[in-house]
């Protein structure tokens, strides 16, 4: 029996393959955007302890140096929490256009596939008309054998 070859599939394993890649760079800046995702967290973690260590302190007699030196290590702190904000944004803009690239290498890939399922089922459909017609064929021929008439 006669075997479906699809033509393009060499073009439909790029796509894939180009598909899996911007799979991989979308997992790569995700893995970025959790990251700093948790240093923020641990930053903002951080600057709440120091105010409540603040806070603690108050009562009694306060020490201004003690007091300066965490408004410092505060300070600090909210410029790093400010620098990972600003890098958290620019990881969300690529990751907005890796995964529009990611969605736009679906879209290639589909468009392949779906080409490749509608010549299939063409294929099916020739062979079963080529069937049909060599059966046809068959029964005239056999019907033609068994009748003796001149």
């Known amino acids: 029996m006669a075997r479906f070859v699809f033509r ?3 073009l439909l394993r790029a796509r894939r393959h180009a598909e899996q890649q911007q ?3 979308v997992a790569e800046i995700e893995r970025d955007r959790l990251r700093l995702e948790d240093t923020l967290r ?4 951080s600057i709440s302890q120091g105010k409540q260590s603040v806070r603690d302190r108050l009562v009694g ?4 140096s003690d007091l300066r030196i965490h ?6 702190m909210m410029r790093k ?4 904000v600003l890098e958290l944004a620019g990881v969300h803009r690529r990751l907005e256009q890796v995964r529009a690239d990611l969605i736009e290498a679906t879209q290639r890939r589909r468009a392949l596939e779906l080409l490749r399922d509608q010549r ?4 099916k459909a020739d062979q ?3 069937e049909t017609a060599a059966l046809d064929d068959l029964a005239s021929t056999s019907a033609t054998r068994k009748d003796p008439t001149p």
Not at 61 to 64: A, I, K, Q, S
Not at 81 to 84: E, G, I, L, P, Q
Not at 120 to 123: A, C, K, L, R, T
């Open 120 to 123: 299939h089922e063409q294929w």
């Open 61 to 64: 007699r306060l020490d201004t």
């Open 23 to 25: 799979q991989r760079r």
């Open 42 to 45: 641990q930053h903002q973690r």
């Open 71 to 76: 408004a410092g290590s505060s300070l600090a």
């Open 81 to 84: 929490a400010h620098r990972v």
């Open 128 to 130: 079963n008309k080529a």
């Open 8 to 10: 393009l599939a060499p």
